[in-house]
């Protein structure tokens, strides 16, 4: 009689999941600028079973970013050199077109969205065929709070009301970087994600603009939004100069300036 032995577990083959959600391949994707104290919790808090990637776009950090997410399970992509945040989130979506992702979700590296929501994002693409979803903190039904400063409160409540005048549509929301967008709008010559003029804070603005004047199905969901305490670290934005560059793309490309 043969015994017939088991394979050492090392040589299991292990199966990698795709199209956990749905249906749908996801990535989340996550710009990271020396968040050391602060990406372990993110990465950690993505639902493993709701997407297929995670992937921490390292923007020159010169902390642990980038071990401590790789520790949690994250991939990342080290770019080098401080790009901004726009190249970064740029890196990250060509990098999961090459891998066949369907669709991107956008996630704060400095701890501030609640990854519990992504089924918010995800549904209404396959339950309505949206092409972004937006999350919006003042929604019926979203929060936001924490240590944030008073000329974002401002800003946040300024931006979309600008935006909604050049959009010719009523949106709550357009500095939140929480949202879900399929790839293969991007395809759509209209659209250009590698002017350099998009490196900073500019991309994300951008992408909500083109899809909503391009005519692509837009929509909202309530969602958390909670600014970390100061002493885990200030924002990264710098208060003219980030908000700036968060409010020039509306000109630009409500005056036709650029494309």
């Known amino acids: ?139 019926s039904g979203g929060r936001y709070g924490g240590d944030m400063p008073a000329y974002r409160k401002f800003a946040t409540r300024l931006h979309p009301w600008l935006l909604s005048l050049f959009c010719g549509k009523r949106i709550t929301e357009s500095t939140n970087g929480f949202r879900a967008f399929r790839l293969d709008r991007l395809a759509d010559r209209r659209i250009d994600l590698d002017q350099p003029w998009l490196d900073g804070y500019a991309l994300e603005v951008y992408i909500l603009y083109k899809f909503i004047t391009l005519g692509f199905k837009h929509t909202e969901v309530p969602c958390t939004k909670i600014y970390p305490p100061k002493k885990l670290g200030i924002t990264k934005m710098k208060p003219v100069v980030g908000w700036w560059d968060i409010l020039r793309p509306v000109f630009i490309l409500g005056l036709k300036l650029k494309r």
């Not at 891998?99 to 339950?127: S, T, W």
């Open 1 to 139: 009689m043969i015994e017939r032995r088991r394979p050492p577990p090392n040589r299991i083959a292990i199966q990698t999941k795709t199209n956990v959600y749905r249906g749908l391949k996801v990535s989340v994707l996550i710009p990271a600028y020396n968040e050391e104290s602060k990406i372990g919790a993110v990465v950690s808090r993505v639902p493993k079973d709701l997407v297929d990637l995670i992937l921490v776009v390292d923007d020159g950090s010169t902390d642990r970013t980038a071990d401590v997410a790789r520790a949690e399970g994250a991939e990342v992509l080290s770019l080098g050199a401080v790009l901004g945040v726009g190249a970064a989130l740029r890196s990250g979506i060509r990098l999961s077109q090459s891998r066949g992702i369907d669709v991107a979700i956008f996630m704060a590296g400095n701890n501030k969205d609640e990854p519990k929501e992504i089924p918010r994002l995800l549904d209404p693409i396959v339950e309505s065929g949206q092409d972004i979803v937006m999350g919006s903190r003042f929604l």
